[in-house]
């Protein structure tokens, strides 16, 4: 099951690069014991390697990760941001991304996760989506919407809904 | 011999499953037979030159002796339903014509 709670929402925080946010969100995960200590520092060395920079519609995204290793239990952790950070772009390294959310999936297994990362597309792919989520107010809130949004239920109850709506395009 | 859809990314655990995922579903969807849909990475590739039928690229690749047609897949990630959809009809269509 995915941990997602009010602690691993992050609203309006100031941060002046991509590297912060990263190390922020990984420290939130490790203080719940959801992933090693090192998670920050190894999610942002793939992230140098690899970036996640997103050039969502209307403002860019970023999703970072790291390997599996690291993650005792997969967890989302989400930050929105007072002033957009710079995220290189996952499909052009070259090119720099104003970004203004980040979704950081730390991930034990992606079959496991796979309606999550269906409905994250999902969501990825709905400017409206991305400005409803910008524009809630209180951790609280966000958190409602996203695990609305997500399908991930209350304490496990998503599964059964999942089963009957997840999936993309059909 | 099987075709091979391989769905490339960098270090891939969250991204490239996206794409595998609905690649698979639309495979299924279409009732396509001896299709394999696969995660490779890009480290890995070498491996798999000249057993691809169409690389769907989650980064950027900066090589052309791949053997096979590439297509972008970022609309699998950030793209609207229809765009999702479209890359699907794409990707199915090249396979078909191999």
Known sequence: ????????????????????????LAERLHAQGLVSADYGAQTWARELQHPTGLPTKPFCIAFPHADAQGVNQSALAV???????????MGDPDEDLDVLLVFMLANRDPEEQIATLRNLALLFGQPEKLIALQS???SREA???LRRELRLGEDGKGAAELRK?????? | MAKLIAVVCGAGINTSTI???????????EGLRDVEVKRILY????????????VVSMTKIFR?????????????????????????DKIIQMVKAA
Do not use: C, Y
């Open chain 2, 43 to 54: 480290p890995d590739i070498e491996r798999f030159i000249g057993m691809m039928t169409v």
């Open chain 2, 64 to 88: 052309t002796d791949l053997g096979a047609p590439t297509v972008q897949g970022m609309p699998f990630l950030i793209g609207t339903k229809e765009e999702k959809e479209a890359l699907l």
């Open chain 1, 1 to 24: 099951m995915l941990q997602f709670n009010e602690s691993l929402v992050a609203l309006d925080i100031e941060a002046v690069e991509a590297k912060a946010v990263i190390d922020l």
């Open chain 1, 79 to 89: 930050a929105s941001l007072k002033h957009a950070v710079r995220f290189k772009n």
């Open chain 2, 19 to 29: 794409a595998e995922d609905q690649i698979r579903e639309k495979v299924e969807r």
């Open chain 1, 136 to 138: 809630r107010s209180t």
């Open chain 1, 143 to 145: 958190l409602t919407w």
């Open chain 1, 165 to 170: 709506g997840g999936s993309l395009g059909a």
